[in-house]
C-alpha cells in the first residue's frame, strides 16, 4: 500500500508486459486529465523504452497559464512509478468531478511556479547532491544529517540555514515522492 496525497493505493506489481503497461497507465492519465477539459495538446508525458529500469515516472500539464506537474519515484521501476502516478491524478480528476474539491484547488495541488527547475538545482546544491540526483533516500538522509547540525536548539544551530534545509527538502521532497 502506498500512501501519496491523502490517498491509499494498492500496490502494483509488473513482471511482463512493461512498456505496453506503461503506455495504458499514460493513457489513463491522458483520459482522467480530458474529462475536466485539458486538451491533448496541453498533456506531456515521455514514455520511457526500459520499463524495469528505476526512472521516476511525471506528467506535466497545462490549465490556463498554469503548468501542472507531478511526479513519483518511489516504487521499484519506471512503469509502478506511472501506475501510482496514473492512480493520483485520476483520483484527484474525480475529486473535482466529483465536486469535493474546485477546479482552483486541484490547480493549487499540482501547479508548478515558473523558477522552479532553478529551485530543485538550488536546493540539490544546497545538500550537495549531484545536480541529477533522483535517489529520495539519498537526500532525505543528508537532511536528516544536516537538521541534526543546523537546528536552533543546539549550539552548532543557525536558524535561517535550518529554514533554508527545510525549503530545499520540501522542493525536492514534492519532485521525487
Same mark, same amino acid.
Given at each position: 500500500?502506498?500512501?501519496?496525497?491523502?490517498?491509499?493505493?494498492?500496490?502494483?506489481?509488473?513482471?511482463?508486459?512493461?512498456?505496453?503497461?506503461?503506455?495504458?497507465?499514460?493513457?489513463?492519465? @491522458? &483520459?482522467?486529465?480530458?474529462? =475536466?477539459?485539458?486538451?491533448?495538446?496541453?498533456?506531456?508525458?515521455?514514455?520511457? +523504452?526500459?520499463?524495469? %529500469?528505476?526512472?521516476?515516472?511525471?506528467?506535466?500539464?497545462?490549465?490556463?497559464?498554469?503548468?501542472?506537474?507531478?511526479?513519483?519515484?518511489?516504487?521499484?521501476?519506471?512503469?509502478?512509478?506511472?501506475?501510482?502516478?496514473?492512480?493520483?491524478?485520476?483520483?484527484?480528476?474525480?475529486?473535482?468531478?466529483?465536486?469535493? @474539491? &474546485?477546479?482552483?484547488?486541484? =490547480?493549487?495541488?499540482?501547479?508548478?511556479?515558473?523558477?522552479?527547475?532553478?529551485? +530543485?538545482?538550488?536546493? %540539490?546544491?544546497?545538500?550537495?547532491?549531484?545536480?541529477?540526483?533522483?535517489?529520495?533516500?539519498?537526500?532525505?538522509?543528508?537532511?536528516?544529517?544536516?537538521?541534526?547540525?543546523?537546528?536552533?536548539?543546539?549550539?552548532?544551530?543557525?536558524?535561517?540555514?535550518?529554514?533554508?534545509?527545510?525549503?530545499?527538502?520540501?522542493?525536492?521532497?514534492?519532485?521525487?515522492?
Amino acid at each position: 500500500m502506498v500512501k501519496i496525497k491523502g490517498h491509499e493505493i494498492g500496490e502494483v506489481n509488473v513482471k511482463s508486459a512493461s512498456n505496453r503497461r506503461a503506455v495504458q497507465f499514460r493513457n489513463n492519465i @491522458i &483520459t482522467s486529465l480530458k474529462k =475536466i477539459g485539458i486538451v491533448d495538446n496541453d498533456i506531456e508525458i515521455s514514455l520511457e +523504452r526500459m520499463g524495469m %529500469r528505476k526512472i521516476k515516472a511525471s506528467a506535466t500539464w497545462w490549465i490556463g497559464d498554469h503548468r501542472m506537474h507531478f511526479t513519483h519515484n518511489m516504487q521499484k521501476n519506471y512503469v509502478e512509478n506511472m501506475y501510482v502516478l496514473s492512480k493520483v491524478i485520476e483520483m484527484e480528476t474525480n475529486r473535482v468531478l466529483e465536486e469535493d @474539491i &474546485t477546479i482552483d484547488d486541484f =490547480i493549487s495541488e499540482f501547479k508548478e511556479n515558473k523558477d522552479v527547475h532553478q529551485k +530543485r538545482q538550488e536546493a %540539490r546544491k544546497f545538500f550537495d547532491c549531484d545536480h541529477d540526483e533522483t535517489d529520495f533516500t539519498i537526500i532525505n538522509e543528508k537532511y536528516k544529517l544536516m537538521a541534526r547540525e543546523l537546528h536552533p536548539d543546539k549550539p552548532t544551530g543557525d536558524t535561517e540555514k535550518f529554514k533554508q534545509l527545510n525549503v530545499a527538502h520540501k522542493i525536492l521532497k514534492r519532485e521525487l515522492t
